[in-house]
């Protein structure tokens, strides 16, 4: 009958850390995964398919908290596509714990690019959270059409 009393005492112990595991999960970290935007919520793309020129504009939108990489913004013409000049403003500079020095995008940031010869643009661009969470690079492939002029890049096909 000595083996009720051992397994008493283990299974005391076993329900004592469950229970302090279930309370520190449910206190949780100080940010969430649900304290942190989607990606397409930190980063708003918004494309201005621009005029005859060829011209296209990109902005940014970027929530409060935010900020985007510089280096990360990647604009490319799809396959058979060309793209000319590529305007992109200097952000300002970040000790990143992810990357080291870089320079990165707070608010806004816009871009001009001469798309004359392209048909579609393929973007990417990465960002993180100030609070610590850093997104995965985002992908997008928007399809110029010359005839409409402003509107959210979620319009277009990914």
């Known amino acids: 009958m000595n083996q009720p009393s051992e397994f008493q005492p283990s299974l005391r112990s076993l329900l004592g850390v469950l229970l302090i595991a279930l309370l520190a999960l449910a206190a949780g970290p100080s940010h969430s995964e649900d304290a942190f935007l989607p990606p397409e919520q930190a980063f708003v793309l918004t494309v201005d398919q621009g005029d005859a020129a060829g011209k296209v504009g990109l902005r940014w939108t970027i929530a409060p908290g935010y900020y985007l990489y510089r280096d990360r913004l990647e604009i490319k013409a799809a396959p058979g596509g060309v793209l000319g000049e590529i305007v992109r403003p200097h952000g300002q500079r970040k000790a990143d714990r992810y990357f080291g020095v870089?320079?990165?995008?707070?608010?806004?940031?816009?871009?001009?690019?001469?798309?004359?010869?392209a048909t579609a643009l393929q973007l990417?661009?990465?960002?993180?959270?100030?609070?610590?969470?850093?997104?995965?690079?985002?992908?997008?492939?928007?399809?110029?059409?010359?005839?409409?002029s402003r509107r959210p890049a979620g319009s277009d096909r990914s």
């Open 102 to 117: 870089v320079e990165v995008y707070h608010h806004s940031v816009s871009l001009q690019v001469d798309a004359a010869r």
């Open 124 to 148: 990417t661009w990465q960002g993180c959270a100030e609070a610590g969470l850093c997104y995965p690079p985002q992908k997008k492939t928007v399809v110029l059409n010359r005839a409409s």
